[in-house]
């Protein structure tokens, strides 16, 4: 623990070099289209878009508590699947970003572990611009927003702590074993199933079934949901206790993602 710290304070000083690569990466998946980074924009408000034609017309929502309007569950839908977009796509990418910037890795003065941070605050920016669609839609839907949604940012942080340990761990074990990239894909298919985006914890079927209940409560991604709902759309209090553990699992996380990541990096050059 205390040498992630002490790295922590090394990984500061190139602070100027992660924010140089996150703008690279930016510019590097819009360059060449018209619209530039105003697609950052646009694709969660098609998406938004897609859910609110598809779930408020042709297939409405069948799970009560989402009142008579029958958008409201597109917008529910959008308030989970927008951070998971970002956690899914931090996972996949950190995946192979070791391949993929192996010239990086062979220079010896290059920190390695910056590549994993890059591909979650990347990930993380295009998370924020898709922040206000989902406000916009939130007040398009006659939303009212409470004073629990000042406590966004709690969730946000923890949710940046987990995808960033769990990004270390998938960087570091892809680069030996390959499978673990396919293994991942269908791996964060189930886990998608397996968290509250798609229906409420309140359903009728998890209430009646322990079992269940006890997977989503074991699953660290229910909480980190829960939080934007609760935030958000349900607009109460988030489920401190259960975020908190949330957190602490999340920092746990990070330092064993660390400590494998550190573990291999040595050879990191002769693999990738």
Known sequence: MLRLFKKGKELYKYR????????????????????????????PLLLMIVYTIVFGFIIPSRFPGFGEN???????????????????????????????????IKKILF???????VVVTSNFVHFVFGL?????????????????????PVVILVQFVFA????????????????????????????FFSSPIIYPVTFATIQRNKWLRLLLDINP?????????????????????????????????????YAIFDRLRDSFPEEV
């Open 70 to 104: 029958r958008l409201v569950y597109a917008l529910f839908l959008f308030c989970g699947v927008l951070p998971w977009t970002w956690f899914a796509s931090s996972s996949l990418e950190s995946a192979n970003v070791l391949m993929v910037q192996g010239n990086l």
């Open 164 to 191: 960033l340990g769990f990004s270390l761990i998938v960087s570091s074990l892809t680069v030996h074993f390959r499978d673990v990239k396919d293994i991942l894909g269908n791996m964060l298919t189930l886990w």
């Open 16 to 43: 100027v070099l992660i924010q140089n690569l996150v703008s690279r990466e930016l510019k590097a998946r819009y360059r060449g289209t018209i619209l530039g980074f105003l697609w950052s924009f646009f694709n």
């Open 111 to 117: 920190p390695v572990e910056i590549l994993p941070i």
């Open 132 to 152: 206000p669609i989902l406000f916009l839609f939130a007040l398009i839907m006659l939303k009212k927003f409470t004073i629990y949604i000042l406590f966004l």
């Open 221 to 257: 991604m229910t909480h980190i949901m829960q939080g934007y709902q609760n935030c958000v759309f349900f607009g109460e209090m988030i489920r401190w206790r259960r975020l908190g553990v949330t957190f602490l699992v999340s920092l746990v996380l990070l330092v064993v993602g």
